[in-house]
């Protein structure tokens, strides 16, 4: 019985020291969020510049062009940032940018803007219920859904420069 005791209480003791670590894990969920936007920014700009003379460049017939998924992905950023802050942009899209340039800076202030809202999110905040794309989801949800969103287009963006014979900046 004395066994079975010892047992149930280093369960509990153990169960009881989890807590204040399952607790503070959202703060580190935040900051993995800004580094993973951190790296996709990097990448995506380094891609921009390395594509800058393919922006109309696509690998077939009703799929995008590599300036369409760049642009796309500073939209999608800026509809992420829109959630996560309460401030959802309800107006007309942007026009296309087809500056390399222009797109490069854009690509770079969208990812900025959302490390910003990212870092200004308590961990309350990260379950708030939000709108994304028409769905109820929590602020958690409608970050991962878009980052996940985001690796995808950057594995599309890795294909479509090969295609073309360039090497990502990262891979030289």
Do not use: C
């Given at each position: 019985?004395?066994?079975?005791?010892?047992?149930?209480?280093?369960?509990?003791?153990?169960?009881?020291?989890?807590?204040?670590?399952?607790?503070?894990?959202?703060?580190?969920?935040?900051?993995?969020?800004?580094?993973?936007?951190?790296?996709?920014?990097?990448?995506?700009?380094?891609?921009?510049?390395?594509?800058?003379?393919?922006?109309?460049?696509?690998?077939?017939?009703?799929?995008r062009t590599v300036g369409d998924v760049f642009?796309?992905?500073?939209?999608?950023?800026?509809?992420?940032?829109?959630?996560?802050?309460?401030?959802?942009?309800?107006?007309?899209?942007?026009?296309?940018?087809?500056?390399?340039?222009?797109?490069?800076?854009?690509?770079?202030?969208?990812?900025?803007?959302?490390?910003?809202?990212?870092?200004?999110?308590?961990d309350n905040d990260l379950q708030a219920?939000?709108?994304?794309?028409?769905?109820?989801?929590?602020?958690?949800?409608?970050?991962?859904?878009?980052?996940?969103?985001?690796?995808?287009?950057?594995?599309?963006?890795?294909?479509?420069?090969?295609?073309?014979?360039?090497?990502?900046?990262?891979?030289?």
């Amino acid at each position: 019985m004395k066994k079975i005791l010892t047992d149930w209480g280093r369960a509990w003791l153990a169960a009881a020291l989890m807590v204040p670590i399952a607790q503070a894990q959202p703060a580190g969920m935040q900051a993995a969020f800004g580094k993973d936007a951190a790296t996709l920014s990097d990448k995506f700009t380094g891609l921009a510049r390395v594509m800058s003379g393919k922006y109309d460049w696509k690998p077939g017939q009703g799929v995008r062009t590599v300036g369409d998924v760049f642009n796309l992905i500073v939209r999608e950023n800026g509809i992420l940032v829109g959630v996560l802050s309460g401030t959802p942009n309800t107006g007309a899209r942007p026009a296309l940018i087809t500056d390399p340039e222009k797109l490069q800076e854009a690509l770079k202030a969208s990812y900025v803007d959302l490390q910003k809202a990212i870092a200004g999110l308590s961990d309350n905040d990260l379950q708030a219920t939000v709108k994304l794309f028409g769905r109820d989801m929590t602020k958690l949800d409608a970050l991962m859904y878009l980052l996940e969103d985001q690796h995808e287009h950057l594995g599309q963006s890795i294909a479509y420069a090969r295609s073309n014979g360039v090497v990502p900046p990262w891979s030289k």
